[in-house]
T-cell receptor, first 116, second 111 residues
Framework: GAVVSQHPSRVICKSGTSVKIECRSL??????MFWYRQFPKKSLMLMAT?????????EQGVEKDKFLINHASLTLSTLTVTSAHPEDSSFYIC????????????FGEGSRLTVL | DAKTTQPPSMDCAEGRAANLPCNHS???????VYWYRQIHSQGPQYIIH???NNETNEMASLIITEDRKSSTLILPHATLRDTAVYYC????????????FGTGTRLTIIP
């Protein structure tokens, strides 16, 4: 299998601050990464598709100015939650594709954000 | 719209085979059936996928009906560590397609 790592796994921040979450593919290059958000006892909701070297594609209803995504290299995508509020508290999960036939996605461990 | 239907929850006795059904009656000819699972507070884990033939790997078996309108994931000897939410997802096989997760089946393995 392939390894995708997220950091930090848990973060607590004050309301109004910004938080950056990193997603790294450790043993493969990922042209495309995906960011999901998951609320307690709910399913994963796709937030955006992150493409290396280009702007992210956001799902309907996701504020691109609030959730900044940068995919500067083939092994790293970052999600920055800007001016965080308590309602942004959630479990954020990234996934990456090897972009080849076979198609499975590899997911990170998730990052739990708590905004006080 | 996840485009698949799964029972919300199931129980299975430890050591028994767990059979998780999925309905995907509107699946397209170029769409595969993927199964992922999510153990509490972790990221999803890939299990298996298939197009029309039955598939088996070290984790599970996937049985797809001949008309491809439904499938069953089989965990042959369930253990307590198999307790998780299992997601059945339709997707093309290009590798860069975004996955749409439904509500899945919450499988509880009972000692």
């Amino acid at each position: 299998g392939a390894v995708v790592s997220q950091h930090p796994s848990r973060v607590i921040c004050k309301s109004g601050t910004s938080v950056k979450i990193e997603c790294r593919s450790l043993d493969f290059q990922a042209t495309t990464m995906f960011w999901y958000r998951q609320f307690p006892k709910k399913s994963l909701m796709l937030m955006a598709t992150s493409n290396e070297g280009s702007k992210a594609t956001y799902e309907q209803g996701v504020e691109k100015d609030k959730f900044l995504i940068n995919h500067a290299s083939l092994t790293l995508s970052t999600l920055t939650v800007t001016s965080a509020h308590p309602e942004d508290s959630s479990f954020y999960i990234c996934s990456a594709s090897k972009n080849r036939a076979g198609g499975e996605l590899f997911f990170g461990e998730g990052s739990r954000l708590t905004v006080l | 719209d996840a485009k698949t239907t799964q029972p919300p929850s199931m129980d299975c006795a430890e050591g028994r085979a767990a059979n998780l059904p999925c309905n995907h009656s509107t699946i397209s000819g170029n769409e595969y059936v993927y199964w992922y699972r999510q153990i509490h507070s972790q990221g999803p884990q890939y299990i298996i996928h298939g197009l029309k033939n039955n598939e088996t790997n070290e984790m599970a078996s996937l049985i797809i009906t001949e008309d491809r309108k439904s499938s069953t994931l089989i965990l042959p000897h369930a253990t307590l560590r198999d307790t998780a939410v299992y997601y059945c997802i339709r997707n093309t096989n290009f590798g860069n397609e975004k996955l749409t997760f439904g509500t899945g089946t919450r499988l509880t393995i009972i000692p």
